[in-house]
């Protein structure tokens, strides 16, 4: 018990000095300013409320609540394409969209490029996934794959493993085959999930190999020179500034965006990663992070003490093959603080305004 108090508080510590650190870079006051009211939101009892409703509507949608969110999805991915120049308005154009129900990227693509095709996988309705909703006119130009992106075997193909006792499917053949010129790494974790045999996730670490599932099939699927949309958190927090790392070591050019349509007041963002693996040099370090991100995912899904998963170790040494947490903090703050800084001002100033709103602040 005293090892994991002395982890913990190790874990806060470094934390802590990861903030400390980009407070300190140019752009870093609106991190300083986010943190103290993120601080005051924390203390606010009155917003328990507010959140708890926001969980229930969530976890459990009815068709008009994911009707809503569909359209919204049209709007947050125009914000992306308006602010990064994502999709062509012309011309032959291939997509593969992860976590693509209820199916708002891919219809706003497909509007937006009568030549282009798609691609996805989303989770199965039957484990609590999303309605697909895209629309009927475009649904020739798309490919739906409905299956659970933690389930399949994303270290060989050719040999055959089991999680849980469920076999881990193929990729399908389409995917495994193709290379896209965009690729939207957007799944997330869903509190209401369950695993293919129907059963509630052992641990939280189901989250961790979710992402970790989607860089390994992004890695392997992308275009050379292609782009690559990430949905991330808190870009201050360790296990994103890795993420951002290594986007930028294998891009010709790598910002954040954060959509104001839902994600105003929350830590999420979207990494937009132009000209992955454009040239041999970037090719060859893409592929050196896709045989480590294999590693990583057969850990994080067979070791632990039960031999049934675990976190990845974010202050251990799971990310060091990107790069080491004192690598980053002595050689990436300045540009994570510059990549970051917009992510950070938009949401204390979304806080302030709903707290103001709510009366907790004046």
């Known amino acids: 018990m005293a090892e994991r108090i002395s982890s913990d508080i190790d874990d806060k510590s470094k934390h802590r000095s990861f903030a400390d650190a980009l407070i300190g870079q140019p752009g870093g006051i609106h991190l300083k300013e986010l943190l103290e009211i993120r601080e005051v939101g924390w203390k606010a009892d009155e917003l328990d409320i507010h959140y708890a409703n926001q969980r229930q509507l969530a976890d459990s949608p009815d068709s008009q609540t994911e009707n809503a969110w569909f359209r919204k999805m049209k709007k947050?991915?125009?914000?992306?394409?308006?602010?990064?120049?994502?999709?062509?308005?012309?011309?032959?154009?291939?997509?593969?969209?992860?976590?693509?129900?209820?199916?708002?990227?891919?219809?706003?693509?497909?509007?937006?490029?009568?030549?282009?095709?798609?691609?996805?996988?989303?989770?199965?309705?039957?484990?609590?996934?999303?309605a697909y909703l895209l629309e009927e006119s475009l649904r020739r130009r798309f490919e739906p794959y409905f299956g659970d992106l933690g389930f399949y075997n994303l270290l060989n193909e050719d040999s055959t493993l089991y999680l849980r006792n469920v076999s881990l499917r193929k990729l399908p053949h389409t995917i495994l085959n193709s290379h896209y010129d965009l690729v939207i790494l957007d799944g997330h974790f869903l509190r209401t999930y369950v695993d293919p045999s129907h059963e509630a996730p052992i641990g939280r670490w189901e989250a961790n190999r979710?992402?970790?599932?989607?860089?390994?099939?992004?890695?392997?699927?992308?275009?050379?020179?292609?782009?690559?949309?990430?949905?991330?958190?808190?870009?201050?927090?360790?296990?994103?500034?890795?993420?951002?790392?290594?986007?930028?070591?294998?891009?010709?050019?790598?910002?954040?965006?954060?959509?104001?349509?839902?994600?105003?007041?929350?830590?999420?963002?979207?990494?937009?990663?132009?000209?992955?693996?454009?040239?041999?040099?970037?090719?060859?370090?893409?592929?050196?992070?896709?045989?480590?991100?294999?590693?990583?995912?057969?850990?994080?899904?067979?070791?632990?003490?039960?031999?049934?998963?675990?976190?990845?170790?974010?202050?251990?040494?799971?990310?060091?093959?990107?790069?080491?947490?004192?690598?980053?903090?002595?050689?990436?703050?300045?540009?994570?603080?510059?990549?970051?800084?917009?992510?950070?001002?938009?949401?204390?100033?979304?806080?302030?305004?709903?707290f103001r709103r709510k009366g907790i602040i004046t």
């Open 210 to 354: 979710l992402m970790i599932s989607q860089i390994i099939i992004s890695l392997q699927s992308i275009a050379s020179g292609g782009t690559a949309v990430m949905k991330l958190s808190r870009p201050e927090l360790h296990l994103a500034a890795a993420i951002l790392y290594m986007l930028d070591e294998i891009s010709t050019s790598l910002e954040l965006v954060k959509p104001l349509t839902m994600h105003r007041t929350r830590g999420t963002f979207y990494a937009v990663a132009k000209g992955i693996g454009a040239s041999n040099h970037l090719q060859k370090k893409k592929e050196e992070y896709l045989f480590q991100f294999r590693l990583l995912w057969y850990e994080i899904s067979f070791g632990g003490t039960a031999g049934e998963g675990r976190f990845i170790d974010v202050h251990g040494e799971d990310l060091d093959f990107i790069a080491s947490y004192d690598q980053l903090r002595s050689g990436y703050m300045e540009r994570l603080a510059y990549l970051s800084k917009d992510v950070w001002r938009m949401q204390m100033e979304a806080l302030h305004q709903q």
């Open 76 to 130: 947050i991915f125009r914000e992306l394409d308006t602010h990064a120049g994502i999709v062509p308005t012309s011309g032959r154009f291939t997509f593969l969209d992860l976590g693509f129900c209820p199916g708002g990227f891919t219809s706003y693509i497909l509007s937006c490029n009568a030549a282009a095709t798609g691609t996805g996988i989303s989770l199965p309705f039957n484990q609590t996934g999303h």
